[in-house]
């Protein structure tokens, strides 16, 4: 049973989880995909990769961060049979550039540039739908979790 | 003024002839002075060839009697100007300690004509008559004539300029320290060939520099110059020019920082901060790293998620940032930070700053994220030195440590001020108290805690709250005055209440910094403070403002000005994104959050101001519906960061249902709008998390709801 309050100009409603059952008939203006204004996720309308979504954290603007741009490019838009086979060399370098900052970096997991790729291609998909839909995401790579975290602002 | 010579000439002859004209009909009116010029009509503005002659004279007698009253001012203007210009002149370069007399002296010649009569220039050729090499100030002794001559060799005339002794010796003190660049180099572009002359010519006089401050850099300068080097010591210490330049270290601007390097490849950011501190985060100076076991917190400052991950209150170790030596060369780029250093000055024409010790830097694009300055009481303010020595400010990473080590040291501690600030402190310092037997009391005005912010019923509850934390609140209090008294505090309210303590934690408000206002021609807000900006954050071309600074457009919710850790996220990257030509406004809307202990906490978004109508719809809360449990689940402490950074959640381990934890009153669980005419602008998300993608939307449409309750359904508060 909803119970009403009211304190001056502030009104307090009491509700069971009954009340909340039935499902809401508040009406949502419709999103526009194209809006310009709109924050993206990691894969823009267009298709190109949005190097300042914050999923990123500071990969694409740290030292490492032309680097991690090419490798991930190349892995994004590679057609190969394995995803990023024929990306090997920029991610050899991102590599190399990266186990010079290890406090930036850290090499817990020689993996995880590719799993953060492959991380971050799983999200692009998701991402595109909503924010709440990303979190949903039960992603395995616990580690890269960790090492992102600590790179992220 | 050569310009107004030649004018002034080619008038002269005319204006005599009219003086005579003027005499000739002074006269000639006087004998017919029944009759006025009225005769003359007005409208008649030919003075051709067959132009009645007495039109004729009236129009040369008005034209030259003009002439004449203009040539006197003006030539009385560059007079006065010139002389302006050269006190000026004479006694900047007794300020600096750089000394370029080359280029002092070429644009002193140069520019005589050109300077006098707008003042505003005089400014413009200081800084090109002084870059920022650490030479030692003009020697004293040369000083022969007191008026410079423009037209002596660069040489010579080394003397006029470096005149003024008892200025110097009067202004030396007031010159900032210029020690922190101990082999700093020329930095402005402007700078012109020097010569060596003059620079061997300064040497022995470098000894007799009065300011005594000089002792390092001279000696330094010195072996420069003995070695035969021109002015230009071949390594730069400061870019002389920064594509992008960003004025302030904080969130905001590091923000931005990551927004220009993501977009623009190889961006060259150049920030500079007042702060000794690279970019830090601020939330936990006043949450996590005062629950944090380590005792070495102060120095290391990581503080310990709730899920045990550690993190560092700096957004980015140093290696992550290159040196400004290094900016101009840096293949791919890089952010570079120059700390301690104040931009003092603002040149929009000429597109460039100026630091407090005189460096010049140019840049591209300009970001102003200068933050701001807690403020004080008034009746602090004016209560005197024993007293404002037993007060902390609050706002960054030494007030912290200050805070930390003070609070451990005394047996009492009044925080000043109920809002976001006070109160986080206050809980903050109580649960110390639990320890150390700390008495934390918290004042003011308003009824409870966060008064401004929720409504009262909410806000009642969360006074309740901090008082179980170990805090002594006194609401309704009013500060009439402050007194040391046996070397403690006696704060005297205005209803006749004394409380005593040790030591004041003052958090009443922030002072947005506007000191580039002036020179730099921008516009400052009335009504909320800070630089007015326009919706895409600019202020003026090139010229953006983000952060705790900018009065900003919100299409949505109006013009505003917010200081939350997120705005200044959103804001940053936002601002950074028009840096680099996205022309986006304002619409992500930025979230804050606050956490009165593990058992309280809430998210919120939009216009939350307690005088604004509020519907509030809430459900019991259980255990697992605490900051604790939230922050856990997303595994960082950073709650805006719960929502867009963690890219992949870690997969929530099934908590085992706990039993419903019901409280004395019932508000747990709920969301609270915010109406202004009958629209949502702004949702308080009480106990309920991860669900402000929902609450963004519900602003972003500014739709009028007929049934808040229906609205509250999207929010699922049942859901565990």
Redesign the interface.
């Known amino acids: 049973m909803?119970t009403v309050g009211e304190?001056?100009?502030?009104?307090?409603?009491?509700?069971?989880?009954e009340?909340?059952a039935?499902?809401?008939?508040?009406?949502?203006?419709e999103e526009d995909p194209d809006d310009?204004?709109?924050?993206r996720g990691l894969i823009l309308p267009s298709g190109e990769i949005n190097?300042?979504c914050?999923?990123?954290?500071?990969m694409?603007?740290?030292?490492c961060?032309?680097e991690f741009?090419e490798a991930f490019s190349c892995f994004h838009y590679s057609k190969e049979e394995l995803k990023g086979s024929e990306c090997l060399d920029q991610f050899r370098a991102m590599q190399e550039c990266m186990q010079r900052?290890p406090?930036?970096y850290p090499q817990e997991e020689d993996k995880v540039p590719e799993e953060n790729a492959s991380?971050?291609e799983?999200?692009s998909e998701e991402a595109s739908e909503?924010?709440?839909d990303?979190?949903?995401?039960?992603?395995?790579?616990?580690e890269?979790?960790?090492t992102?975290?600590?790179v992220?602002? | 003024m050569l310009k107004c010579r030649n004018v002034w000439r080619k008038l002269a002859p005319f204006a005599r002839a009219s003086s005579t004209l003027c005499r000739q009909n002074v006269k000639r009116t006087g004998l017919h002075n029944a009759r006025v010029p009225g005769h003359v009509p007005t409208a008649h503005m030919a003075t051709g060839p067959t132009g009645s002659g007495g039109e004729n004279r009236l129009y040369v007698l008005v034209i030259g009697a003009v002439a004449i009253g203009g040539g006197i001012y003006a030539y009385r203007t560059i007079q006065e100007g010139k002389q302006r210009y050269e006190e000026r002149i004479a006694t900047n370069t007794s300020l600096h300690h750089q000394s370029a007399k080359q280029t002092t002296t070429s644009v002193q010649i140069e520019t005589p004509a050109t300077e006098a009569i707008e003042t505003e220039v005089v400014p413009e050729s200081e800084p090109q008559a002084a870059p920022s090499t650490e030479e030692p100030s003009p020697p004293v002794p040369d000083a022969e004539t007191a008026a410079p001559s423009e037209t002596t060799e660069p040489l010579q005339a080394d003397e006029p300029v470096l005149e003024a002794a008892p200025e110097e010796t009067a202004e030396a003190p007031a010159k900032p320290l210029v020690e922190e660049e101990p082999s700093s180099e020329p930095g402005p572009a402007e700078q012109t060939e020097p010569s060596p002359p003059p620079v061997v010519e300064s040497e022995p006089a470098a000894s007799e520099s009065p300011a005594a401050k000089l002792s390092e850099p001279p000696a330094e300068v010195v072996a420069e110059s003995a070695a035969g080097l021109d002015t230009a010591p071949p390594s730069l210490a400061l870019p002389p020019h920064a594509p992008y330049l960003l004025i302030g270290g904080g969130t905001a601007s590091?923000?931005a920082?990551?927004?220009?390097?993501?977009?623009d490849?190889?961006a060259r950011v150049l920030i500079v901060t007042d702060e000794p501190d690279l970019p830090y985060?601020r939330p936990p100076l006043s949450k996590e790293l005062w629950f944090s076991d380590d005792p070495a917190v102060t120095d290391s400052l990581r503080f310990k998620q709730w899920n045990g991950?550690e993190?560092s209150i700096y957004?980015?170790?140093p290696?992550?940032y290159?040196t400004a030596e290094e900016l101009s060369n840096a293949e791919?780029g890089?952010?570079a930070v120059l700390t301690s250093k104040k931009v003092v000055h603002m040149d929009v024409r000429g597109n460039k700053v100026k630091l407090d010790d005189d460096t010049e830097i140019s840049y591209d694009k300009c970001l102003i994220a200068t933050g701001g300055v807690p403020r004080n009481l008034q009746v602090i303010d004016r209560a005197g030195e024993e007293v404002q020595k037993k007060t902390t400010l609050f706002r960054k990473i030494d007030d912290f440590r200050s805070l930390d080590k003070v609070s451990r040291n005394i047996k009492s501690i009044t925080v000043i001020g109920g809002g976001f600030l006070g109160s986080e402190l206050a809980c903050a310092l109580g649960r110390r108290s639990h320890h150390s037997g700390l008495e934390v009391i918290q004042m003011f005005p308003e009824k409870g805690n966060m008064g401004k912010v929720l409504?009262?019923?909410l806000s009642n509850w969360t006074t309740d709250k901090v008082k179980t934390e170990g805090v002594k609140v006194i609401s309704e209090a009013l500060v009439k005055s402050v007194t040391c008294k046996d070397d403690q505090l006696e704060i005297k309210l205005k209803d006749g209440r004394l409380v005593k303590t040790d030591h004041i934690v003052a958090a009443v408000g922030l002072e947005p910094n506007v000191d580039l206002a002036k020179s730099a021609g921008l516009e400052v807000d009335s009504d909320f403070g800070g630089y007015r900006v326009n919706a895409e954050l600019q202020a003026r071309s090139n010229i953006w403002v983000a952060g705790d600074a900018a009065c900003f457009y919100d299409i949505r919710l109006g013009r505003r000005r917010v200081e939350h850790h997120d705005h200044a996220?959103v804001s940053g990257?936002l601002a950074?994104?028009n840096m680099t030509g996205a022309n986006?406004?304002y619409?992500?809307q930025s979230m804050f959050w606050s956490d009165l202990g593990p058992d309280v906490g809430y998210e919120a978004i939009g216009i939350v101001d307690s005088s604004l109508?509020?519907?509030?719809?809430?459900?019991k809360a259980t255990a697992k519906d605490t900051p604790k449990a939230a922050t856990e689940m997303s595994?960082?402490g950073i709650r805006s960061?719960s929502?867009?950074?963690?890219?992949?959640?870690?997969?929530v381990a099934a908590s085992t249902p706990a039993p419903a934890v019901t409280h004395k009153d019932?508000y747990g669980k709920g969301v609270i709008f915010y109406l202004r005419d009958k629209v949502v602008v702004g949702i308080i998300l009480w106990n309920v998390f991860?669900q402000?993608?929902?609450a963004r939307?519900?602003i972003?449409?500014g739709?009028e709801?007929a049934?808040l309750?229906?609205?509250?359904?999207?929010f699922?508060?049942?859901e565990d």
């Open positions: 909803t304190e001056g100009k502030d009104k307090i409603f009491f509700v069971t989880k009340d909340h039935t499902p809401s008939n508040a009406e949502l203006v310009p204004y709109e924050e190097w300042n914050p999923c990123l954290g500071g694409a603007s740290g030292p961060g032309t741009k900052y406090e930036l991380k971050a799983q999200t909503s924010d709440a990303s979190k949903s995401t039960s992603d395995p790579v616990q890269s979790n960790s992102e975290s600590s992220e602002s | 590091f923000a920082a990551r927004s220009i390097r993501a977009r490849p190889g985060m991950k993190r957004f980015q170790p290696s992550f290159i791919n890089g952010v409504p009262e019923y996220v990257r950074g994104e986006k406004p619409w992500h109508p509020t519907v509030g719809v809430f459900a595994g960082t960061e929502e867009t950074e963690d890219v992949a959640s870690s997969a019932d991860n402000m993608p929902i939307k519900i972003k449409d739709e709801h049934d309750n229906e609205v509250a359904k999207l699922n508060i049942h």
